[in-house]
C-alpha cells in the first residue's frame, strides 16, 4: 500500500488539499457523492480546473455556494447531520473528528460553548465540501499512511469576517496548540495567511506524524494550487510514495511518530482506595491511554494522592465531565503535551505451551523486538506450573516464528 505525503510549505489550506488529491487521480464523483448523501448535492457547484501559479501547473477547486441567502448553521446541526450520514464508519469519525477540533478552537477563540459555534466561523458550506472531499479522497486512495510536512506559519494580517486579524489567525495557534503541532516560521515567506484553520484540522486528524521525509520513491505526485496571489507560487503538493522512513524535523530518530496528548490531573483527599479504584477503572473505560497515582503531601499536610490521566485531544472534552461529575474533585488541571512513539502490532508466537500473545516493536534502527502480554504469563505458568523466566525464554528463542494478527499501529 501507498504512503501519502503532503508537501505544505508554500501553503495548507482546504481547497488546495481537495485540488491535489484530484489531480493525484480521485475522481470527482468520489467527492461529491457523500455530500450528495447528506443532503447537500443542491446547495453548492465545485470547480475543479487545470490553472497556473507564477507558471506552476496544477489543480485550482472553486465551491460555489447555490443557497440564497446561505442558511446560518450552527455545529450542533451539523453533527447530527454527519452523525446520521450513511457514509462507512471511518469517513464519518474522521469529518467528525474535523469539524470538533474546528469548532472546539473557534469556541475557545470567541468565548463561546462549542454548540454554539456558528458555521460561518468554520467555513459556510466550502467548509463542508473541503472536509469531507478531502476525507473521502483519503478513504478512497486508502493509503497505508499519511504524512505531512511542517505546515507554515504566514505572517501579516488578513481580512475576516471578524475583522483583520494576524497571521497565524487565532483559530490555527489554538489548533497548533491543542494537538502539538509545530508550524514553520519563514522570515523570507510571503505575507499572508499560509495555513488556514480547515487545512490544518484537516492534517491533525489526517496525518500521522508531521517531518520531511528522508529517503522514498515517488509514483504519482498531484497539485492543488491556492486562490492568493503571493510573490511565488502558491500550491501544495500531494506524493504518493512507494516507501519512506520518517525523520522529524528536530533531528529525532527515524521512525518515530509524534502523538500529540492531554494531561488531566487533580490532587484528591477525600476520597477512599476503593472510591479511587472505581474512578481510575472509569477513566480507563472511557478512553484514558493510561492512569497513575502517587501520594502527596497537600495543604494543612494531609496526605492526599494525585491522580494523572493521559487522554487523546479527542478525548479530553468527555473525560473531564467523568472527573468534575464523580465528585472526587472541584478542579482540574489540563496541560498539552505529547509523545514519541514506535510503531507496533500484536501477534502470537508458537511454542511448547501453545501460541503465546506478544507485541512486536520495530526499533528506529530497523530491528524487531517482541515483549509477551504478562496476562498470558501468567496464565501459563499457572496451567503448565512452570516458571515465567522459563516461558519467556522460549518465547525469545521462537521470535522468528511471530506471526502477526493487526497491521502496525503507533
Known sequence: MAVLYFDCASGLAGDMLLGALLDLGVPLNAIEEPLRAIGL????????????????????????????????????????MIAEATWSKDLRNNVLR??????????????????????????????????????AAIEYLAPARVLSAVP??????????????????????????????????????????????????????????????????IQRIGIGLGHRNFNR?????????????????????????????????????????EDLTIFIDQLKKAGAIDVACHPIQMKKSRIGISVTALVKPEDASSLRLIWLSRGLTIGLRERFNGRWALPRRIGFCPTSFGNIKVKQTRRPDGQLTIKPEHSELLRISKECSCSIDDIKLEIFENAN?????????F
Open 41 to 80: 448535492g443542491n446547495t453548492f457547484s465545485i470547480n475543479a480546473g487545470e490553472s497556473s501559479s507564477f507558471g506552476m501547473r496544477g489543480l485550482r477547486v472553486s465551491v460555489q455556494e447555490l443557497e440564497t441567502p446561505p442558511p446560518c448553521r450552527h455545529w450542533r446541526d451539523i453533527k447530527k
Open 152 to 217: 507554515p506559519a504566514g505572517s501579516g494580517n488578513v481580512e475576516t469576517s471578524h475583522g483583520i486579524l494576524p497571521v497565524p489567525v487565532p483559530a490555527v495557534l489554538e489548533l497548533a496548540r491543542r494537538n502539538g503541532i509545530r508550524l514553520m516560521s519563514d522570515p523570507q515567506s510571503s505575507l499572508g495567511e499560509l495555513t488556514t484553520p480547515t487545512g490544518l484540522a484537516l492534517m491533525a486528524i489526517l496525518a500521522e506524524s508531521f517531518g520531511l521525509p528522508s529517503s522514498f520513491g
Open 401 to 409: 516464528h511471530f506471526a502477526a494478527e493487526g497491521e502496525w499501529e
Open 98 to 135: 474535523v469539524f470538533e477540533l474546528l469548532a472546539e478552537a473557534e469556541a475557545f477563540v470567541h468565548g463561546n460553548s462549542v454548540e454554539e459555534v456558528h458555521f460561518h466561523e468554520i467555513g459556510a458550506i466550502d467548509s463542508l465540501v473541503d472536509v469531507v472531499g478531502v476525507c
Open 233 to 273: 507560487p502558491n500550491l501544495l503538493r500531494v506524493y504518493e510514495l512507494d516507501d519512506l522512513s520518517l525523520t522529524p524535523v528536530d533531528g529525532e530518530k527515524v521512525g518515530l511518530s509524534w502523538q500529540p496528548l492531554v494531561v488531566q490531573e487533580a490532587w484528591i483527599d477525600d476520597s477512599t482506595p
